[in-house]
């Protein structure tokens, strides 16, 4: 009875130790409650963290943003570069496209100063002549450029083009052709016609015409021939001149070749067109203006030549020059090459546009966008004069670009087209290096090819031997100026 007593107390005592616990265990429970209450609100607090991310994700900040810089800086030729890039932006919405005019004249600056603060630019328009100096800085994506020119297609560009802006020391393209100019021989076709004469292409025929038509019609002169010692004009003809003879200022062996036979028989040349030619200093705006009133029969100019010779070009003073040759335009042949006794040469001017080292590689899709199809046209609308196509695919749609091109014969739209084909310049020699084409841009910058022939045809003061022998000179002081910089 005791066992069984006492074990009836002790479940008795249990049970009422249970009972007692179990209003703490409700408790318990509550407490749970109120942490899974405590846990919802911190569930709200994390949405509205949430709605705060989503607002910083749409900041264009996060856009891939491609910096193009143009030396097209008028405004109308940059509203056109921000319609092109705004189609692509619609086509791209994660791309930002920034169009940065700038000037042709402070590029090298602002390339210096971008490099130095590690910001440079994606893309850039510059001319051909500085493509050399900044692929020699290794500022240039070759790879990239060499891409872009492969995806656009390589069998579309023309060959002269391509070739200047191949690096020599890699075999890659350094940037890519764009458009530019050509250089030639506007001629009164029609006087030339009647007068049994050829095209003034070869020496011989350019003396031909040179005898021939002053006196013929209403012809004063047969040329005006570049001569103003103060003017960039005259080295800009006399180079074509000079490399139609295979006058170059540096051999293979980087030696200053200013007085060589060729030199001085290419200077006895041009200077000898001054017996045909109006008295001088001249530059282009007397050849220009010239041609266009009847007094000369030929004219050196570029391309953009072509509108003036319908509705005049502006006068010095102010207003139009009136063309006293009726339909002048139609009469005009076109002789972009010249053929000397030792070579033959096409002058004008290239400009590329350069992938800068550490670009987005979405800058050469870029590139690829504004050189397709109407895209490349409007680019193109700015100045049809002075943008010729690199691209053959484009040629069509460029010669129907301006009203004033139907002035023109087909076989002269056709001429400028091919131009590229054997555009030459001192300056782009590919075997000669950076220090080489400094000095060359000395020899143009300084002036020194006008101030031989202003010395020859104007002064009296120097002969074709004397002036070739000053150039050497000069030629060789700054080159050791330049190595020893």
């Known amino acids: 009875m005791k066992k069984l007593n006492t074990l009836m107390l002790i479940a008795m005592v249990g049970a009422l130790l249970l009972a007692a616990c179990q209003p703490q265990t409700v408790e318990v429970v509550k407490t749970v409650e109120v942490e899974k209450v405590v846990t919802q609100e911190v569930v709200v607090t994390q949405e509205v963290e949430k709605v705060v991310t989503q607002e910083v994700m749409v900041e264009p900040g996060e856009k891939t943003v491609v910096e193009f810089w143009t030396t097209d800086n008028e405004e109308d030729r940059v509203n056109t570069y921000e319609a092109v890039a705004a189609r692509y932006m619609a086509e791209h919405p994660d791309v930002e496209i920034r169009i940065v005019p700038i000037d042709e004249a402070t590029i090298s600056q602002r390339i210096a100063t971008a490099q130095a603060a590690n910001r440079l630019p994606d893309i850039v328009r510059m001319g051909v002549e500085r493509v050399a100096a900044f692929a020699a800085d290794g500022i240039l994506d070759e790879d990239a450029a060499t891409a872009t020119i492969q995806a656009i297609g390589e069998d579309d560009f023309r060959a002269g083009p391509l070739q200047m802006v191949t690096d020599p020391s890699t075999g890659k393209y350094a940037a890519i052709p764009y458009d530019g100019w050509i250089q030639a021989i506007w001629y009164r076709s029609d006087i030339f016609d009647q007068a049994g004469l050829n ?52 051999d293979a062996d980087g030696n200053v070749t200013m007085n060589t036979p060729e030199m001085v028989e290419a200077l006895t040349f041009y200077t000898n067109l001054a017996r045909c030619a109006a008295p001088g200093p001249q530059y282009w705006r007397g050849a220009r203006e010239m041609y266009e009133l009847d007094q000369s029969g030929m004219l050196f100019y570029s391309t953009y030549i072509m509108d003036d010779l319908v509705e005049g070009s502006g006068a010095e003073g102010g207003g139009k020059i009136q063309i006293a040759v009726p339909d002048l335009a139609k009469k005009t042949g076109f002789a972009p090459k010249m053929v000397g006794p030792n070579g033959e040469a096409t002058y004008g001017q290239l400009v590329t546009l350069g992938i800068m080292k550490g670009a987005d590689p979405v800058a050469q899709d870029v590139v690829k966008f504004f050189m397709d199809g109407q895209n490349y046209q409007d680019v193109l609308a700015l100045a049809p004069f002075g943008k010729v196509p690199v691209l053959k695919s484009a040629v069509d749609g460029w010669k129907d670009l301006s009203d004033f091109f139907q002035y023109y014969d087909p076989t002269t739209l056709e001429q400028i087209a091919n131009g590229y084909d054997a555009m030459q310049r001192w300056l782009f020699r590919p075997d000669y290096d950076a220090t080489q084409r400094a000095v060359i841009g000395d020899i143009e910058g300084r002036l020194l090819i006008p101030q031989v022939l202003s010395n020859i045809i104007l002064e009296g003061t120097m002969t074709p031997e004397s002036g070739a022998q000053w150039l050497q000179e000069q030629v060789e002081i700054m080159l050791a100026d330049r190595q020893n910089q």
């Open 199 to 250: 095209a003034p292409v070869s020496w011989d025929d350019i003396n031909a015409a040179c005898d021939t038509l002053p006196g013929t019609e209403n012809l004063l002169y047969a040329l005006v021939l570049p001569d103003d010692p103060g003017q960039n004009y005259p080295h800009q003809v006399f180079e074509q001149v000079a490399i139609s003879n295979n006058a170059w200022p540096f």
